[in-house]
């Protein structure tokens, strides 16, 4: 069966969208995915894709990329659609869609959300273990049942991204035998734990630091910078690097630290445990880890988890949520 799947946002959210790709692969389907351009390489090697459909409305306009679009799907006849966004966006296309192909959607989760992050009721209604990335999973094998396809996902990896051995080999003659890798950045400042410096400092006693981020993370150079003092095979790759050489640097990495981000889930995608530091975020909201050897610091907060993103600070901006936590609390995991 040909299947289209739908997710164009945001790194984490794409990488959980990953975890449907191993079913549907197993029960023989040709799968083809869609997202939007700036995390199109995301997927560049994996075998189990016939195509990426890169969205491009920054480019061309959300009209013209719409049409071009749909014009595509409905000349590529789908057998079924997965829609893992469920954004205004996808329920404007949704007629066109169901014109198409047989569409499933994962919804959004917003009463849950609200009852978990204003009703305190993460007990009762967080996410379990896997959290998104099985929610999206549960969704592809309904869908697989639905066209009368079956398959036993237990054994499965539930995220899964794949990196060419080339790139790897490339990256390995440049980066030490064995070294860790932190993941100071975050696409909100509200989620970034400030003591990356600290931690570096600490790791480098064992093995050299490699900091990976884009342009604006600065602190990559500071934790580079401590890490170098004790152990000078340490370097900063601040904007250096593109996805495809972020994911091979990861897969090489000894150790993996990092705040709760994309990269931390793209590292888990590609078989590796990591150390992640979450601080507004909490395992109820579905975003943490999910492999038994990956390791989340934490605080028991009354007032955690209060959002997705950290963008509002309920004990008056002192985010005692990520300053609590020492670089010896993380590096002793």
């Known amino acids: 069966m040909k299947v289209l799947v739908i997710r164009l946002s945001a790194l984490g959210d794409i990488t959980h969208a990953s975890s449907v790709i191993e079913p549907l692969a197993t029960a023989g389907?040709?799968?083809?995915?869609?997202?939007?351009?700036?995390?199109?390489?995301?997927?560049?090697?994996h075998p189990q894709l016939k195509s990426i459909y890169a969205y491009d409305a920054a480019k061309l306009g959300e009209r013209v990329a719409r049409e071009q679009f749909l014009n595509w799907v409905e000349q590529s006849k789908f057998d079924f659609i997965l829609d893992l966004h469920d954004s205004l966006r996808t329920r404007l296309w949704r007629r066109r869609l169901r014109a198409s192909a047989r569409l499933f959607v994962a919804k959004k989760e917003r009463w849950r959300e609200f009852a978990i992050l204003f009703l305190r009721q993460k007990n009762g209604m967080g996410f379990g273990a896997g959290g998104r990335a099985l929610k999206m999973r549960t969704l592809a094998l309904e869908a697989l049942r639905a066209n009368?396809?079956?398959?036993?996902?237990?054994?499965?990896?539930?995220?899964?991204?794949?990196?060419?051995?080339?790139?790897?080999?490339?990256?390995?003659?440049?980066?030490?035998?064995?070294?860790?890798?932190?993941?100071?950045?975050?696409?909100?400042?509200?989620?970034?734990?400030?003591?990356?410096?600290?931690?570096?400092?600490?790791?480098?006693?064992?093995?050299?630091?490699?900091?990976?981020?884009?342009?604006?993370?600065l602190d990559c150079d500071a934790a580079a910078e401590r890490a170098q003092k004790i152990n000078p095979q340490s370097s900063s790759l601040r904007g250096k690097t593109n996805f495809r050489d972020s994911m091979a640097?990861?897969?090489?990495?000894?150790?993996?630290?990092?705040?709760?981000?994309?990269?931390?889930?793209?590292?888990?995608?590609?078989?590796?445990?990591?150390?992640?530091?979450?601080?507004?975020?909490?395992?109820?909201?579905?975003?943490?880890?999910?492999?038994?050897?990956?390791?989340?610091?934490?605080?028991?907060?009354?007032?955690?988890?209060?959002?997705?993103?950290?963008?509002?600070?309920?004990?008056?901006?002192?985010?005692?949520?990520?300053?609590?936590?020492?670089?010896?609390?993380?590096?002793?995991?």
């Open 29 to 45: 389907c040709e799968i083809h995915f869609v997202t939007k351009s700036s995390f199109a390489s995301i997927f560049q090697d």
């Open 249 to 333: 640097i990861l897969f090489l990495a000894e150790r993996i630290f990092g705040n709760d981000t994309g990269m931390v889930h793209v590292a888990e995608a590609l078989g590796k445990d990591v150390t992640v530091i979450e601080g507004p975020t909490e395992k109820s909201l579905g975003f943490s880890p999910y492999r038994p050897g990956s390791k989340i610091a934490g605080l028991s907060l009354v007032c955690r988890p209060c959002s997705k993103t950290g963008k509002f600070c309920l004990r008056f901006g002192s985010r005692i949520c990520l300053k609590g936590i020492s670089a010896k609390d993380v590096q002793t995991l």
């Open 148 to 217: 009368g396809l079956r398959v036993d996902a237990a054994s499965m990896p539930l995220t899964s991204l794949a990196i060419h051995a080339d790139t790897v080999a490339s990256w390995k003659a440049k980066l030490p035998a064995r070294f860790a890798v932190l993941l100071p950045g975050s696409a909100w400042p509200g989620k970034q734990w400030p003591y990356f410096p600290e931690l570096a400092e600490a790791i480098a006693a064992e093995l050299p630091i490699i900091a990976l981020g884009g342009e604006k993370d």
